[in-house]
């Protein structure tokens, strides 16, 4: 009898992460250090820890209690999903604020582990890697916001440049204006001045990290009736948020479409949250935001993963995952992924390097739906795909992700779904209605299991006709439906194809 759950990688160790920032506290239990981390459980309290800080000097007494108890909660949670490793960061409230060490030593005792405070400097580091770690690559200048102060790094791919703390967190800002939306905007304009950083940030993307500016973006979707609500890697032109922020920053925010869905503790930031914003594209000037769901903790996480870990793929490496785990056969995953690269090339067809890793994960994820209904399979997998947690990849590429296993399963010319569909460029449609025709075609020569595909082999027959060879030991898969199949593709491409054969039948389609 198999006792452990097969929905989970078994040679995965739990890791727990226990994150103190100046607004909010919380847990994260991740299945196992990886490249791509997959959040086991999760939980958040807005403690408000830092409230006050600015008149007081003090962390707030009440919010002091109430993390206490949780952080016994957070400790047992641990325990409970099997964490083998704990690690407990501290973030600006907690190093600043003069009961900040007795503090400390409490939450050492009820965690029963060390806490690391991490300086200004630590904090844009990890918060840098964190953004590192989730695109592919990142070019442009990282901002953390969060309760206590505001991190800003340069980033370019692996390089991590000029960094900066400035004390602009949502409650920080709050307290040092008095809770004037005017004053604020002045304290927030003379601090950002000191970011000589963000010149170089010129026409590059701004990358927002943090509660606050992720339910800002939330908000811009519901303006803006965006069709997926996935919050990694989700764009904001200059103009547009420029608009945007200047009605946030006014203050009026309960009329918002969706403000329901942000809590009532993290509304009144959202107009500080806002007003930062602003002044950075003002002294930045970037092409474009885009919204980073990783940060602090995963920047952490990544810091302890080996060399030749940290460079690997984290899109293909959390395919290959869901392709070990819902998959027929991972290994008929990875020989599709290979083998659709040989196609592409005796098409004709060029790929970005992008476009690459988009049509090997999209073969990595083919085959995750196949325990659906038949009818549904491809409607299924669509809405695992568009929705997953990745990283490494924009939503147009998410979009091609989808849609490839979408026509893979319903046909090529399905109407349907029109909201990932308008997330695609023409490009990418065209590209996964090629991979999926060319999937039809392979997985009725492979019965979903591995060791037929590498033996199958293009072969250029002159004047622009392509002849997909069987070799003669697997004749037997020779008949109606591919060639069928390869009739889809043949109208896909708008060439003459062959199904042969080798020293056998052939049959020839377009």
Known sequence: MISASQGRLQDRKPVSIIDIGSNSIRLVVYEGLARSPTILFNEKMLAGLGRGIVSTGKLDPEAVTRSMEEFRRFRSLSDQAGAEEIHVLATAA????????????????????????????????????????????????AGDLGGGSLELIDVNSEVIGDGITLPLGGLRLQDMAKNSLTQAVKIARIEV?????????????????????????????????????????????????????????????????GIEGVSKARRALLPYGAIVQQEILAAMKPAKIVVSAVGVREGFLYSLLKGADQKADPLLSACEELARLRSRSYTHAQELAEWTGKAFAAY???????????????????????????????????????????IGVDHPGRAYLALT???????LFKESAPEIRSLATPRLL??????????????????????????????????????????????????????????????????KLILAVEDGPSAAVK
């Open 94 to 141: 907690a190093r600043e604020a003069g009961n900040g060490p007795d503090f400390i030593r409490r939450a050492e005792d009820v965690l029963k582990t060390e806490v690391r405070v991490l300086s200004g400097r630590q904090e844009a580091y990890y918060s840098a890697l964190g953004v590192i770690s989730g695109f592919h690559p990142a070019n442009g200048i």
């Open 193 to 257: 001045a000191r970011a000589k950083l963000l010149k170089a940030g010129q026409g590059r993307v701004f990358y927002a990290v943090g509660g606050t500016w992720r339910n800002l973006a939330r908000l811009h979707m519901e303006t803006t009736n965006y069709p997926l609500g996935v919050m990694h890697h989700y764009e904001i032109s200059a103009d547009s948020a420029a608009a945007f922020l200047k009605q946030v920053a006014k203050g009026d925010i309960d009329k918002f479409k």
């Open 348 to 390: 004709g067809i060029d790929e970005t390097e992008d476009e690459v890793r988009y049509r090997k994960a999209a073969c990595l994820l083919a085959d995750i739906g196949w325990r659906a209904h038949p009818e549904y399979r491809g409607t299924q997998s669509l809405n695992i795909i568009a929705h997953a947690s990745f």
């Open 405 to 411: 296993s979408l026509f893979r399963h319903e046909g």
């Open 430 to 495: 065209e590209r996964a209605r090629i991979l999926a025709a060319t999937m039809r075609v392979v997985y009725l020569l492979s019965a979903a299991m591995p060791g037929a595909i590498p033996r199958l082999k293009w072969e250029n027959r002159g004047n622009g006709v392509l002849a997909l060879v069987i070799p003669a030991s697997l004749g037997g898969l020779y008949g109606e439906r591919p060639i069928g199949r390869l009739a889809q593709l043949a109208k896909t491409l708008n060439r």
